[in-house]
C-alpha cells in the first residue's frame, strides 16, 4: 500500500527565537531550519512500514517555500520513494495546508497518510485533523504506536490519563506522538541517492483550492520576563522561604 | 449570539479543564451552552447545569458518542454550531482532537490554546513553545477555539440552574471503533489542576527513585510531573509529561528536582506562580527561572525536605 508522508520546515527546535523589534512575526533571518522534529517521526513510522513489507511506496509531501526542497530531500534520505513540494510563497494557515495535502491524497490515493502531530513554529496541532475532516477519513492523533491488520489500522493513542487504542478503517489519518518511534540518521550515500530522487513541484496557486485566512496575526511580542529568584543555602532556609515569603507551602 | 462550550468529562464526572473554558467564554460574552457528549452523561449534564454562568445544557447521550471519537463527535457539534458565535473547548487531548475535526468542517480556521481574551474577534496564543505570544484575530462567522485551562481561572461548580436538553440525530460514522484504554492510576491530585506540583528529570536516575518525590509529593498534597528525559528513559509513564508537548501546568508552586530547563519544558510551566529548582549543576538553565534555587545532590534535599514541611 501506499503511505504518503507530510512534513514541515520549520525553525531548529534548539534555536531561541526572538521577536522581531517591529512585533511582526518571529526573526527567522539566518536561523537554522530544520524538519519538524514531530514529522520526523512520521517519516521513520513509513520506512518502518515500507521494511516490514506493509508499504510499497513513500511519497512525502510539503507546502511551503521553494527552500523547503531541502526538507523533502531528507525525508528522501531517510527512505522516502519520492516527492512532492506544494510551492506557496506566504505562510498558509492548518487548513489551506489541509486543502493544498487534500489535493495531493485525491491524486495518489494513499492508503495512510501520517503527519507530526503539531509542528513546533506555530504549535497548532489541527492539520491532520483538518485533512481528515476533509477526506472523510477516520483519524488516529498524538499516536504512540500503529498497527496495521487487514483493511484496518490500530492506534494506540497517547491521552490525558494514559493511552487509548482505536480501530480506524483504512484509508486513514494518523498524527505521530514523540514516542512513536527513534528516527533514524540519514548516511552520507543515501543522501547522495536521494538527490537523483523524483522531486515534483506544483504551484499552491494552481491546485485551484482557496487558500484564504479566517483569521488573521495582527501582533507577536515576546512573552512577559520571568527574572531568576536568589539561591538558598540550604534545605531549611528553602523550606523557611516557602513557608513565610512566598507562603505557597 | 451564545456561545457552546464543549465539556470534558470522564468517568461519569465533569473535568474541571470545563470550569476554565466557561470563564474564557464569560470573558467573549454572550449567553453560554454547555454540550456534554457521551454514553450514560446525566451525572456530568446535572453537573454542567450548576456551573456557575451556564445558561443552558445540551445533553448528546448515545452508543456513537462514548469515548468521543471525534469521526463521531464532530459531525454532531458542526449540526449545532451554526447558532453560536463561538465553538470552545478545552486544549486537553480530547478537545485537540475533535475541534480541529469541527473547524474543518465548517471551513473556518481554529484558534489553538489561547491564553487571553482580548475582546469576541481576538484572542491572544502562545507559539514556538512559548517563547512568542501571538494576538490573533478571527472574521469567521463561527470561531472555533481550543482553550489553554491555566490561561483563566476556573468559575464556580455551583450557583448556575441550567435545562437540560436532549440533542444528537447524527450517528456512528462507522468508521472508527473504540478498543481499549490503559489509564494510569493515582490517588495525588490531577497534574493539570494541582496547586503544588513536584517534577523529576533525568536526575532522578531511575524510576525507583521517583518514590522520593512520591513521599514529598504526599507530605505536601502535590501532583507529581516529569521532564521528557524521565519519560524518555522509562523512570515514569508519559502522561506525568510537563511541556510542550506534554501537559501544560501553573500551580501556585512548581518544583522542579534534577530538571536542566529545556527550552521544551519551560513551556509547559513557566507560568507557574512559584518556581523552585533543586539541581546540581549550577549552570542548568532552569536556575535562569527559578525564584528560589538549591544547587546540590537531590538525594540529600529531597529527604531533608520532606522532614521539615
Redesign the interface.
Known amino acids: 500500500m501506499k503511505v504518503l508522508v507530510a512534513v514541515k520546515r520549520v ?1 531548529d ?2 534555536v ?2 526572538r ?1 522581531k523589534p517591529d512585533n511582526s512575526g ?1 526573526d527567522l533571518a539566518n536561523v537554522k531550519m530544520s524538519m519538524n522534529p514531530f514529522c520526523e517521526i512520521a517519516v521513520e513510522e513509513a520506512v518502518r512500514l515500507k521494511e516490514k513489507g506493509v508499504a510499497s511506496e513513500i511519497v512525502v509531501v510539503t507546502v511551503g517555500p521553494a527552500t523547503a526542497q531541502e526538507q523533502l530531500r531528507t525525508a528522501l534520505a531517510l527512505g522516502a520513494d519520492r516527492a512532492v513540494l506544494i510551492e506557496a510563497t506566504e505562510e498558509l ?3 489551506a495546508i ?1 486543502k493544498a495535502l487534500k489535493s495531493v491524497v485525491d491524486k495518489e490515493q494513499p492508503q495512510l497518510v501520517i503527519l507530526g ?2 509542528a ?15 477526506t ?4 488516529g ?2 499516536a ?1 504506536k500503529v498497527e496495521l491488520s487487514g483493511d484496518k489500522v ?1 492506534v494506540t ?13 483504512l484509508p ?1 489519518i494518523v498524527t505521530t ?3 512513536l518511534n527513534e528516527p533514524r540518521y540519514a548516511s552520507l550515500p543515501n543522501i547522495m541517492k536521494a538527490k537523483k530522487k523524483p522531486l515534483e513541484v506544483v504551484k499552491a496557486q494552481d491546485l485551484g483550492i482557496s487558500l484564504t ?11 512577559a520576563t ?1 527574572s ?5 543555602k ?3 532556609e ?2 523557611e ?2 513557608k513565610n515569603e ?1 507562603k ?2 | 449570539m451564545a456561545i457552546l462550550v464543549i465539556a470534558e468529562h470522564e468517568n461519569g464526572a465533569l473535568a474541571g479543564a470545563t470550569l476554565n473554558t466557561v470563564a474564557a467564554a464569560q470573558k467573549i460574552g454572550g449567553d453560554i451552552h454547555v454540550l456534554v457528549a457521551g454514553q450514560g452523561i446525566d451525572a456530568v449534564a446535572q453537573a454542567a447545569a450548576k456551573v456557575a454562568g451556564v445558561a443552558k445544557v445540551l445533553a448528546a447521550d448515545d452508543a456513537a458518542y462514548a469515548h468521543q471519537l471525534p469521526e463521531n463527535v464532530a459531525p454532531l457539534i458542526v449540526s449545532l454550531a451554526s447558532g453560536y458565535s463561538h465553538v470552545l473547548a478545552p486544549a486537553t487531548t480530547n478537545g485537540k482532537n475533535f475541534l480541529p475535526r469541527v473547524a474543518a468542517l465548517l471551513d473556518v480556521d481554529q484558534i489553538s490554546e489561547i491564553i487571553a481574551v482580548e475582546s469576541a474577534d481576538t484572542f491572544k496564543r502562545p507559539i514556538y513553545a512559548g517563547n512568542a505570544i501571538a494576538t490573533v484575530q478571527s472574521s469567521a462567522a463561527v470561531k472555533v477555539i481550543t482553550v489553554r485551562a491555566t490561561g483563566f481561572d476556573p468559575v464556580a461548580t455551583e450557583g448556575g440552574a441550567a435545562s437540560v436538553e436532549a440533542v444528537g440525530e447524527v450517528k456512528s460514522a462507522g468508521v472508527s471503533a473504540f478498543v481499549s484504554e490503559e489509564l494510569a492510576k493515582s490517588d495525588r491530585p490531577e497534574l493539570t489542576a494541582a496547586k503544588i506540583v513536584v517534577s523529576g528529570g533525568r536526575g532522578m536516575q531511575n524510576g525507583d527513585n521517583f518514590k522520593h518525590l512520591y513521599a514529598l509529593a504526599d507530605k505536601l498534597g502535590a501532583a507529581v510531573g516529569a521532564s521528557r528525559a524521565a519519560v524518555d528513559a522509562g523512570f515514569v509513564p508519559n502522561d506525568m509529561q510537563v511541556g510542550q508537548t506534554g501537559k501544560i501546568v501553573a500551580p501556585q508552586l512548581y518544583i522542579a528536582v534534577g530538571i536542566s530547563g529545556a527550552i521544551q519544558h519551560l513551556a509547559g510551566m513557566k507560568d507557574s506562580k512559584v518556581i523552585v529548582a533543586i539541581n546540581k549543576d549550577e549552570e542548568a538553565p532552569i536556575f535562569q527561572v527559578a525564584d528560589y534555587g538549591l544547587v546540590g545532590d537531590l538525594f540529600e534535599i529531597i529527604p531533608q525536605f520532606e522532614q521539615l514541611v
Request: charged share 20%; proline share 1%.
Open positions: 525553525v527546535y534548539n531561541k527565537v521577536v518571529v494557515n492548518s487548513l489541509a502531530k503539531q513546533i513554529d506555530s504549535d497548532n496541532n489541527q492539520t491532520g485533523q483538518m485533512l481528515a475532516a476533509l472523510g477519513y477516520a483519524q492523533t498524538f504512540s490500530n493513542r497517547e491521552i490525558d490519563g494514559g493511552l487509548q487504542t482505536v480501530a480506524l478503517n486513514a506522538d514523540l514516542r485566512s479566517t483569521t488573521k496575526t495582527l501582533k507577536v511580542e515576546a512573552p520571568r531568576a529568584g536568589v539561591k538558598v540550604s534545605v531549611a528553602l523550606v522561604k516557602l512566598a505557597v507551602i
